[in-house]
Structure formats: C-alpha cells, structure tokens
C-alpha cells in the first residue's frame, strides 16, 4: 500500500516536471539512483557486468531510470557498501555478499560457501529451490532485496609460492581467502586475510601474504599474480559458483513504478547469465596465456579435498548450533546440495566426463 | 538506417493513433504479436518458459507490447513454425531450431548438435563467444532474428524396451529421435523419426518405435514414457546443452520501438537462465520417483559412446564439404568446443567430482 501511494506521489512529480503532460506520465518519472560497486573499473568482467545491467535498465526505461555506477572506493569503500545501502547512502551496491560474513554467516549463502553449489545448482536453488525466499527472509533484517546478478562459476584455488602437497602445508600461511572459505582454512592453521582486489598484488609482491586466490583465470591474470607466485592450484573448493548480487534499500525500490522494478529484476537476470557466459568465453584463452608463461596448474590432492570438506561441515554445524539465521537456510540448502548432486552424477557429469576425454584425445592426436 | 526511420514512422502512427496525444506517446505504441510455440501447453517447462518472456514483456512495457502465445497446433502445426515466422504470417515462434536440420543443418548449431556444447558453454558461444553474430548471419536468409530463450541442460539417452548393450544392439532400431541425432543414428542402422511431443507416447505404445527420447526426468515423466519402457539410458549424447530460441520475423522486430526491442532482447536471456534452473531444480525429484517406479538407470557404454562420436565427426566432416552455411559456423564453433573443455576438464570437472563423490558416501553413510 505504502508503494502505491508513493508511486502516485512519483507520478505527481512527474506531472510538475512535465508541466503540461497529461496523465499517463506518470509511468515514466524521472528516478536517479547510485550504486556503489565492490570491485575496481579495472575488472570488466565483475564491474563490467554491474555495468550492463544499469546500461540494460536505462535502455529498457526509454532513459528514464538512470542508475549510475561507481567504482570501489570512489564514493563507499569495498566492503562499506552493504551499510551505505543498509542507510539509504545509496540505493543500491553490486558486490559478493560472502565480504559480510563477519555481519552474519548467512550473507555467504546468497554468494558462495565451502563446497557449496555450483552455478546452475545456485540459480536453481534461488529461483526455483525457494533460496530467494529465505535469503529475502534474511536481507530484510539488513533494509535489503538481494538480486542474483552475476557468477563466476567454478574458483580457481589461488596462488601458492610454494607447493601445497599435504594439509599440513597449509599451516602457517597468510593467504588471501575471502568469504566462509577462511574460516575453514583457519581450522587448518591457515591465517586467513580479507584484502580488496586492488591490494592483492602488492600484498602478495612485498611478501605480507604468502598466497591468495581471487577469481579465475582471466581476472587473476590481469591481477598479474602469477608474475609473483607460480603454482596455480584447483579447484576453488570454498566457491563452487559464486554468485554476485545487486543489494537494494527496499524503501528506494518500492518506490519504484512496478515498470521499473520489472526492468530492474530483468537486467539482473540478465546479468546473472551474461557474466557467468563471459567468464566462460574469457578463461580458457587466459588459462592458455597462463600456461604459457610458465604457471604450474596443480590440483588440491584428494586428502586436502577430503579434510577440507570435513572442517567444512564441523564449522557449518558449529555456526548453524549458535545462528538461527544460518540454521534456517542451511537445513533446506543442505538437502537440495545433496539432491542435485545426486541428478548432476548421471548425465551431466558422464557428458563432460566423455567430452573432456574425447577432446583431450583430439588435442594429444593433433600434436603428434 | 532503415529502422531509424522506421521506428520514426512507427511514432507518427503512434500519434495518429492517441489523436491529441504529445510527442512523448511516441515511445509506447500498443502493439500486439503473435508467438506459435512449438511446444504443448501440458510442459509447462517449455511452454512455460515461452510464458513467462511474454508475461515479461508486458510487464516491461506498462502492458502496451502484448505477445499473445499459442500452444503447437493452435493455429500452426509444431514444426511449421519456422515457415509462419519466415512468411510473417506470425510475428515469434518459440522452438528447438535443430527441428528445422531438414531445411538446413545449420538450424542446429542454435539448439543442440551431437557432442556438442553443454548448456553453459552454448551461452558463453552465443553471447561471448561469437556465435550469436554467426547465427544471426545464417538466419537472414530465413528473415528471422534468432534469441536464446532457454536451456534444459544435457539430456536423458531416452527409453529403451530392450537393453542397449553395444552398437549392435541399435541396428533396426526404431526410435524417436530429433535433429542431427538422428543422422548418426542412422548410419549405426536406427531407422530415426522425428515425432512431437503429443505423439511420443502413443507411438510408443503401439509399437510403432521401440525407443524414443524426449528431454530429462521431469518432460519424460509427464509423458509417461516410464510406463511402457523401463530402460532410461544416459547421457543423450546428441543433446549436451540443448538451447530453445525465440525466433522473430526481421521485419517485425525492426519496426518495434527501441524500448521494446530491449524489452523482448532481456526478457529472452532471463527466461534462457529460468529455464535452466527450473529444469534443474525440478529434474532431481523426478528422477528420485522415476527411480522409485522401477526405471532403471543405465549409462551407454564407452564403445557407444566412442563409436557414436567418431560417426558424428564424420558425418560434420561431410555435411560441411557439401554445405557452405554449415562449413562456416562448424569451423569456429568446433575450436570454441575444443577450447572449452580444455578450461572445463580444470576447475569444473575436479569440483563436480569431487562433491558427486561426497554426496554419494554422504548417501551410503546416511542409509548405514
């Protein structure tokens, strides 16, 4: 009711802008919004996307809803975006909600935990696995509509000076890990370290970190870190799809004209899909380049994998005995985990299974 | 330059038409469509999907765009849609394109083609990877603009009254299969036939095919397919990621306003994603009562595999030596597959995997 009302209010400024304009003005007011990015302009991939979508919305509003993108730290920091939509600063942020873990655990569910879904589990889970729901449930206590708009698919594991061959390798490590991922790590005698993308090089260069992961193939090259660090470890096992989000301040959006909303959850559909078909067009000529210059690919042994994922589920129980928040998505997230799993184990991991194999033939067949 | 002034044209008929109406009424003219899917109203997947783009649009465009949707054979037959769309006898169809390989094997490539790219990599080729332009290019000579609108993943080998135990067990073989599937099966002596979906069922009933596949657990297990044959093969090799299109009379779209065209273009990527992810979400259960109704799962062995891949190449290799449409798209896509599932076999592969694994010993350990 509260949103009606306001729209005919939106509809009466309309009217006074238009001067003479008749009624049905009112559809298309003029509404100006900030939103402030996680990520530096430098990431085409993570900035670009949040990008296209507010280029999409304008597009789709004949320019009347215009939402203008700033980058990390030009008007709200990195991690300050959550508290400056929380406070109506600004309207809305792009960003990965695993950064305010520390707020909640739960945040991470609407983004990526350990051994967690992929990227088409993640988009079945939210919207058709009741995931939105609870993770809306949750963002209200935050003033917050929480938007799939963006995955990166499988992570990376990051990049290690030395070589990471058993669990106890790990111990004593400074390493670069966002999100519920260094809490398991730091089980694992790891020191764990949340550090904005813009730092990550310099951190890793003067020595203050001994490894870090960020994303994938693509973005991590233009980090430059294999310039540093030379073994490249796989896979991300704490981002299995990680999912970026558009947060809204929900009073800015049921404000809106319902034209305008519409326009808004499309481009972020829109966008969620478009990012992730990029990320998949751009690394494996990164991954390519990578391997030219040198960088070892090594994957995490299976008694990383397997001892990781323990930790993972005592540190899951141990949150979930203490957070009702956590508690009341990771029952439901844990079960449709398990039941996906179950249906990607038949014919979509025995495709890819035989087209990997059959493909790798042709590339051995091909040198010879 | 032709649709500038087009769209210019369609806004003074946009004034005559409001009469008094200012200038500003140019940019929402009411236009309504119509869309033939190909699709019975019953799958509420595919035909859901066309829906829910439609509903979509409307809701973009303060309901002034109204695409009216029509189950197969309301008032075209399923696998006459090509030519409604082509002749502008409708403005939009919604289709699987590889039901048109007959007119070209090239309609393929923006559906599903045997071995082929998988749901994910399909996106990252049409959006970014250079397959979109390259489609777009072949389906001028249909006068259609082609969108992706839809993705059901790696499909189900189909239904089989006897066991498939080698490639000899195919020979006579009468089955239910679409597209450039059925060309392989027929040089490993299937006799193919391309039957929709209404029909599927009753064929196979009365003995008319002896096998016959359709989509996943989900569309198959409305079908009823289960209840004549027991035998559910995986994976359907001749469909990896199949991809659904809205195709659009070029005419048509060009003389939309740019606001709508935006409109339709974001509505056919968001329902891309949903499609994919209801598929997801609702093929796991599914399965489960499948399973629980006595079907039983099988994977085709290696040597069908194997042998039904070196068929498939041959008959590429062919179709592109005769076929100049097909030759110039096969090229280019056949290095994004290779270069795919070089980066796929990384990350993806050893994640997927691993959580298979631990979700099945989770499975075990949870029955013990």
Redesign the interface.
């Known amino acids: 009711m509260e949103r009606r009302s306001f729209v005919k209010h939106a509809g009466l400024a309309g009217i006074l802008a238009a001067g003479s304009?008749?009624a049905?003005?009112q559809?298309q007011p003029e509404i100006k919004w900030r939103c402030a990015s996680s990520f530096p302009k430098s990431l085409d991939t993570l900035f670009g996307t949040s990008e296209m979508i507010t280029k999409?919305v304008a597009?789709?509003?004949?320019g009347k809803f215009q939402i203008q993108m700033y980058a990390a730290g030009e008007i709200v920091p990195a991690f300050g975006v959550v508290d400056a939509v929380q406070n109506a600063t600004i309207q809305a942020c792009h960003t990965a909600p695993y950064y305010f873990f520390g707020k909640d655990p739960t945040f991470a569910f609407s983004c990526a935990i350990p051994?967690g879904l992929?990227?088409?589990?993640q988009?079945?889970?939210?919207?058709?696995?009741g995931g939105l729901q609870l993770m809306r449930d949750f963002f209200k206590g935050y003033n917050i509509y929480n938007f799939p708009a963006g995955n990166c698919?499988?992570?990376?594991?990051g990049w290690f000076r030395k070589e990471i061959k058993t669990v106890a390798d790990l111990k004593g490590l400074k390493m670069r890990i966002g999100g519920t991922g260094g809490l398991v790590m730091q089980k694992l005698g790891v020191v764990p370290q949340q550090i904005p993308a813009g730092d990550i090089y310099p951190s890793l260069e003067k020595g203050t970190i001994d490894a870090a992961e960020w994303i994938?193939?693509y973005d991590d090259e233009r980090l430059g870190l294999y310039k540093i660090a030379k073994n490249y470890y796989?896979?991300?096992?704490w981002e299995?799809g990680t999912e970026f989000d558009m947060f809204v301040n929900m009073k800015a959006f049921d404000e809106l004209p319902?034209?305008y909303q519409?326009?808004f959850e499309?481009?972020c559909?829109?966008g969620?899909?478009?990012m992730?078909?990029?990320?998949?067009?751009?690394?494996?000529?990164a991954?390519?380049r990578l391997l030219a210059n040198g960088v070892q690919?090594r994957?995490f042994s299976?008694e990383i994998?397997?001892t990781c994922?323990k930790t993972t589920t005592e540190v899951y129980d141990e949150i979930a005995s203490k957070n009702a928040n956590f508690a009341k998505v990771y029952g439901p997230w844990k079960e449709f985990?398990?039941?996906?799993?179950?249906?990607?184990?038949?014919?979509?991991?025995?495709?890819?299974?035989?087209?990997?194999a059959?493909?790798?033939a042709?590339?051995t067949a091909a040198k010879k």
Chains 1, 2 share one sequence.
């Open positions: 304009a008749p049905f003005a559809a999409r597009a789709l509003t004949d051994f992929t990227s088409r589990q988009n079945a889970w939210m919207y058709h696995g698919g499988v992570q990376m594991g994938g193939p796989y896979p991300g096992w299995g319902k034209t519409a326009a499309s481009a559909a829109e969620n899909i478009d992730q078909a990029k990320y998949d067009a751009l690394n494996p000529p991954l390519r690919l994957p299976n994998l397997a994922y985990r398990a039941s996906q799993n179950e249906w990607f184990a038949v014919a979509e991991n025995r495709y890819d299974g035989f087209m990997i059959a493909q790798r042709a590339r």
